[in-house]
Each structure stands twice: as structure tokens, then as C-alpha cells.
């Protein structure tokens, strides 16, 4: 009904930039936060940085001044620019967002995951 679709994540070289992308599809009354999230091998799933429709941001303190997130309310698409990438930036990078759909439904929607991975 609803899906969340990432894409973006690669492999790169320390200091070097990736875009994440994820696109939200199907039965969508409105979206409200969008976010992104990631798991390392071994580590729970953390909070990287999420954004309000309104536009309102928040980070994780490991990546800001790093990464940036942003919206396109037309497209229902959340990015997350990630800039001076580290080795521990490595993980599996999940989109989230909370989304009413037609039937005004209000739930929490998950993207299947992107892998990052940081070289050193």
C-alpha cells in the first residue's frame, strides 16, 4: 500500500560524498517526518537525521556539520547528503517516514535499506 524505496548508498573512499534518495509511493494522504536511520554490523539500529514537513531538522551529533537532509514535498522523496564520510559512517541506511495514508491511516514506514560502505 505504502512503500519507501532508498537508493544512493555505494561504496566511497574517506572524505568522500554520497546522496541517499528515498522515494515514497502508494496510498498517501500526507507525509509527515521523514527520516533516515542506520544499522552497523553488530550495533542497534540509531537516528541519523530527520526532517519535518515544515522542514524542521535534527542529527545525530556524529554526523553534524556532515550530512544534510532535505525534502521534496512534490515528489514525497527525502534526501540525505553525506559529505567527509568516515569508516565508521559504514552501515546500512534505512529510510523512515510517517505517513497518513487515504484511509488516514497514521503509521511509521520503512525503507528495505541502502549499504554504505566507507573505505579507509
Known amino acids: 500500500q505504502v512503500q519507501l524505496v532508498e537508493s544512493g548508498g555505494g561504496l566511497v573512499q574517506a572524505g568522500g560524498s554520497l546522496r541517499l534518495s528515498c522515494a515514497a509511493s502508494?496510498?498517501?494522504?500526507?507525509?509527515?517526518?521523514m527520516g533516515w536511520y542506520r544499522q552497523a554490523p553488530g550495533k542497534q539500529r540509531e537516528l541519523v537525521a530527520t526532517i519535518t514537513s515544515g522542514g524542521s531538522t535534527k542529527f545525530a551529533d556524529s554526523v553534524k556539520g556532515r550530512f544534510t537532509i532535505s525534502r521534496d514535498n512534490a515528489k514525497n522523496t527525502v534526501y540525505l547528503q553525506m559529505n567527509s564520510l568516515k569508516p565508521e559512517d559504514t552501515a546500512d541506511y534505512y529510510c523512515?517516514?510517517?505517513?497518513?495514508?487515504?484511509?488516514?491511516?497514521?503509521?511509521?514506514?520503512w525503507g528495505k535499506g541502502t549499504l554504505v560502505t566507507v573505505s579507509s
Open positions: 502508494g496510498i498517501i494522504f500526507s507525509i509527515n517526518a
Open positions: 523512515n517516514a510517517r505517513i497518513t495514508t487515504i484511509n488516514y491511516y497514521d503509521m511509521d514506514y
